[in-house]
């Protein structure tokens, strides 16, 4: 079965990055894209970005551009995303998704939080 | 970039009733649209594809339709079962941008 499985929980403070992994399973990596959607407390869902597992072509959120960087590891079937700089604002939970259209599997999410 | 609003953004039906939901894209998307149920506390999960085709194991109760501009998401018989919040996405193109989401509950 297909399964999305993510890193744990990171505390950062203002200005650090923090490194989110997805590791997959179940499936063919290279045969699908993955998407990172975030979700701050109590609010809905944004989309981050997308990669390509197949070539490592990625399109970013335009607000995000320049903070995020997405990439895989096809020997681990593992993707990341990264985000630079962090703010207050960027505390959320953070998933990923087989896929660059439609979201049919979601990894569990990891929750960033980001304080002084 | 495109964006997606869905109305109304909260509501309280009673059990047995019928719920619509719309959403509305700023320019049309052909029937690239998906809805999303998420439950509190849940990771959000895929009701509907391409406007109104049902995901496996989604009950036959939810429906969805739609083409262009103007989507709509049909509960038949409200459940208990599904107080949640619904989102629909556009995935046309980039940004794959999501509504800011509808809040069922049950009166």
């Known amino acids: 079965q297909v399964q999305l499985v993510q890193s744990g929980a990171e505390v950062k403070k203002p200005g650090a990055s923090v490194k989110v992994s997805c590791k997959a399973s179940g499936y063919t990596f290279t045969s699908y894209g993955i998407s990172w959607v975030r979700q701050a407390p109590g609010q809905g869902l944004e989309w981050m970005g997308w990669i390509s597992t197949y070539n490592g072509n990625t399109n970013y959120a335009q607000k995000l551009q320049g903070r995020v960087t997405m990439t895989t590891d096809t020997s681990t079937s593992t993707a990341y995303m990264e985000l630079r700089s962090l703010r207050s604002d960027d505390t959320a939970y953070y998933y990923c998704?087989?896929?660059?259209?439609?979201?049919?599997?979601w990894g569990q999410g990891t929750l960033v939080t980001v304080s002084s | 970039d495109i964006q997606m609003t869905q109305s109304p953004s909260s509501l309280s039906a009673s059990v047995g009733d019928r719920v619509t939901i719309t959403c509305r894209a700023s320019q049309g998307i052909s029937n690239y649209l998906a809805w999303y149920q998420q439950k509190p506390g849940k990771v959000p999960e895929l009701l509907i594809s391409?406007?109104?085709t049902l995901q496996s194991g989604v009950p036959s109760r939810f429906s969805g339709s739609g083409s262009g501009t103007d989507f709509t998401l049909t509960i038949s018989s409200l459940q208990p079962e599904d107080v949640a919040t619904y989102y629909c996405q556009k995935y046309n193109s980039a940004p794959l941008t999501f509504g800011q989401g509808t809040k069922v509950e049950i009166k």
């Open positions: 391409d406007a109104s």
């Open positions: 998704a087989r896929g660059g259209q439609q979201l049919a599997f």
